[in-house]
């Protein structure tokens, strides 16, 4: 009994309801008359629409400027709204910024627009984005662009002024220049451009505008990744400019800077380089030591630097200007072989001065050779040890004066 009593009931239902031709069993009339009046508006919208042909005005003479004609409409319009986004990665050798943009995208039909007096006002209504001429977001010189929508489903809202909009989100690849000259302590600049192809210039316009809600400090901040904070985000249209008036496009750009976090290459790079020419240095100088065990320690550092300079050299572009952090390990160099050449140099001349000086005996003589030992090293370990942290010092100085 406690079965049947709610089978017969459905069923009781269905043969209620199905006598109004709707299945779904617990419809208000409210929503029954909604259902309808949209099916009339559908209807009578698509009956005579034809999604493959656009909206675009075309009588227009392309060598004009643009309004030229006073009785045509406007330039029909696009606009790309960004909604969010997020850096993926960036690899600096191939100069390649990837984002995540989570974008809408609107525009005007003019044949998808009605009265709403005549359909008890209603003023919208959603559709698969098929039934719909829509136009294809390009991105402009872009490597490589992954629309993450199932072709099949995309959906587009559209409303009684011929207004259409749906969501998109893409991954895109944009190829940016990068200026690695302050590298690690850099900021690169990078756009992502949309256009309209094949349009002319004279018969659209894109625009594209950036959601309020992202610039929100909170938000911000989550849209870089863990090497790059984004620091700046605008938008804005530039034209395409050739010198002939139909080749000219409108290019809505979305630019990005973002700030590297140096910290990786403070503490793998930087600082182990500033302790191990420091104690080299000491090394170098050690008195006692055999000439060979001197000149092995400065080789070793020397071989240990270029290394270093390998491990950057795979992080930045093959571009023609030496970072920063190439210049502190460079100048690290250079003060170990300048240690090297004091330590051999001191040696051969000491080797060289000591027995002439030893033939004549005056106060001079002996205050000179007493000077050619341990005072003359000990005098160039401290300048080159203090050359050594001055370097490091002035490098660290260019995270502070970052600002960030
Ligand atoms: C829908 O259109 C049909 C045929 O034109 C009409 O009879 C019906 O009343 C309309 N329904 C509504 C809710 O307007
Ligand atoms: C875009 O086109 C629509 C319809 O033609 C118009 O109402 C609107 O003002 C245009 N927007 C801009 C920014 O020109
Ligand atoms: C919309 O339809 C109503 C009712 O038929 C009519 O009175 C009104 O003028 C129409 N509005 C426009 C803008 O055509
Ligand atoms: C439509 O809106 C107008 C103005 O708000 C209102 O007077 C009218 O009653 C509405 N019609 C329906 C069917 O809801
Ligand atoms: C972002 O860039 C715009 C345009 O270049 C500039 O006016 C603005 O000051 C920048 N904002 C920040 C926080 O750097």
Redesign the pocket.
Same mark, same amino acid.
């Given at each position: 009994m406690g079965i049947v009593f709610p089978l017969s009931f459905l069923l009781n239902q269905y043969i209620f309801l199905s006598s109004t031709n709707q299945y779904f069993p617990f419809v208000i009339p409210q929503y029954k !008359?909604f259902l !309808?009046?949209q099916s009339?508006l559908t209807k009578n919208l698509f009956t005579d629409y034809d999604p493959t042909i656009s909206p675009v005005y075309t009588w227009i003479d392309v060598d004009q400027p643009i309004g030229y004609d006073s009785q045509a409409p406007k330039r029909w319009n696009y606009t790309v709204f960004l909604y969010y986004l997020k850096l993926v990665e960036v690899q600096e050798p191939e100069e390649k910024v990837s984002v995540v943009m989570e974008l809408m995208e609107y525009w005007y039909d003019a044949r998808l627009s009605w009265n709403t007096s005549l359909y008890q006002n209603t003023t919208s209504f959603y559709a698969r984005q098929d039934n719909v001429w829509s136009p294809t977001l390009t991105v402009f010189g872009v490597n490589d662009i992954m629309d993450f929508r199932d072709q099949d489903n995309r959906m587009v809202a559209i409303d009684n002024f011929g207004f259409l909009w749906d969501y998109i989100s893409v991954r895109i690849s944009a190829n940016c220049q990068m200026d690695v000259s302050r590298f690690p302590f850099d900021t690169q600049t990078c756009q992502i451009r949309f256009c309209l192809p094949i349009f002319y210039r004279v018969q659209v316009e894109i625009l594209n505008e950036i959601y309020e809600g992202i610039m929100d400090e909170n938000i911000f901040k989550t849209m870089g990744n863990s090497e790059w904070k984004l620091i700046n985000l605008t938008n804005r249209v530039e034209v395409l400019k050739y010198n002939d008036n139909m080749g000219n496009m409108d290019l809505a750009i979305f630019e990005i800077t973002i700030r590297r976090n140096p910290l990786y290459y403070i503490y793998m790079i930087v600082f182990p380089s500033f302790v191990i020419n420091f104690v080299s240095i000491v090394g170098v100088f050690l008195n006692g030591a055999d000439k060979m065990s001197r000149l092995n320690v400065g080789l070793t550092n020397i071989m240990t630097m270029t290394f270093i300079l390998g491990v950057m050299a795979d992080k930045i572009p093959r571009t023609g200007n030496i970072p920063l952090l190439g210049i502190y390990i460079i100048i690290n160099l250079v003060i170990m072989l300048i240690a090297i050449a004091i330590v051999t140099a001191i040696t051969e001349l000491r080797r060289w001065a000591t027995p002439k000086l030893k033939m004549k005996r005056s106060a001079l003589r002996t205050q000179l050779e007493i000077f050619l030992g341990p005072p003359l090293e000990y005098t160039s370990a401290i300048i080159l040890e203090l050359m050594t942290c001055a370097n490091f010092l002035v490098m660290v100085g260019f995270w502070f004066d970052d600002g960030s």
């Open positions: !008359e !309808e009046v009339n």
